[in-house]
């Protein structure tokens, strides 16, 4: 039958808000590019095709969802907590002093955490480790990284990638959260992005774009990896910074704006849900 849609767009909703309020409780910036990612972890973990199960989060066969673009944590730590990996109270420690729960992702804190992240540039390679590692010991588990635009601008991606089109490696999945931002300006005023999903085939990947807020769009894209091509797999999701909040959409201000109480509640108020 597949997922209720419905239910994943009120799940997208939920996380929107408990980013929000994580951003103005922790004082902590990088809230507009937890809002760009939320729709894709969404996809991911409630789209019914990921291999993992929150009662056996280590799971030697389970998918591994790598978050490379650690700076946007809020996104998955509430996307965890909602799916059950961790009780949901915990978010209200987010970069508390002596909490687990560290502003980037740090190793062994929560069940469902993959790997370390925040220095951009390592979740690609990482993840390559890793499904070369199940190719070797014959596990047929795939492995998600989620990049930002921004952290392409790393040669380390672009070395990932082209060892991982030279070993065919069908079960490893890159997706690009392409905001089109970057922190300090327009990514492609930074540097020369575009034609990105003509670049990962140049590197020997099977690469689709799709709208990065469309679930059942994303939902039907990663659900058929591999895609029978014999190659790894791009995805570059054109998504909109600060997505889901009209006042913070497409605005790069708020990579570094911590929300006020008022602007809480506007955010509250638009997406229809408070946890506090």
Not at 17 to 34: D, G, I, K
Not at 107 to 115: A, F, K, N, Q
Not at 210 to 219: I, K, N, R, S, T
């Amino acid at each position: 039958m597949g997922p209720d849609f419905r239910k994943l767009d009120q799940l997208s909703r939920s996380i929107r808000v408990r980013a929000v309020e994580m951003s103005y409780q922790a004082r902590t910036p990088h809230l507009a590019s937890a809002l760009s990612c939320i729709d894709i972890l969404v996809a991911l973990y409630a789209g019914e095709f990921l291999r993992v199960d929150p009662q056996t989060p280590q799971a030697q066969e389970r998918d591994r969802v790598i978050f490379s673009k650690g700076h946007a944590a809020p996104a998955l730590y509430a996307t965890l907590a909602e799916s059950g990996f961790f009780d949901q109270e915990l978010l209200n420690s987010y970069n508390q002093n002596g909490a687990i729960l560290a502003e980037q992702p740090s190793p062994g804190s929560v069940p469902g955490l993959e790997l370390a992240t925040g220095s951009l540039g390592h979740g690609l390679s990482v993840g390559l480790g890793m499904a070369l590692a199940g190719r070797i010991q014959e596990r047929f588990y795939r492995v998600y990284a989620l990049l930002s635009d921004g952290e392409c601008n790393e040669g380390s991606v672009w070395e990932a990638a082209m060892l991982a089109g030279a070993q065919k490696l069908g079960n490893l999945v890159a997706i690009v959260d392409f905001n089109k931002w970057q922190a300090t300006g327009r990514s492609k005023e930074v540097m020369a992005l575009e034609p990105l999903k003509a670049k990962w085939e140049s590197f020997g990947w099977s690469a689709y774009e799709v709208d990065g807020h469309d679930l059942p769009a994303l939902v039907d894209l990663l659900r058929n990896v591999p895609d029978g091509s014999g190659k790894p797999v791009a995805v570059v999701a054109h998504t909109v910074k600060g997505k889901g909040v009209t006042f913070m959409e497409d605005d790069n201000n708020w990579h570094y704006r911590i929300p006020t109480y008022e602007e809480v509640l506007l955010a509250q108020s638009e997406l229809g849900v408070s946890h506090i």
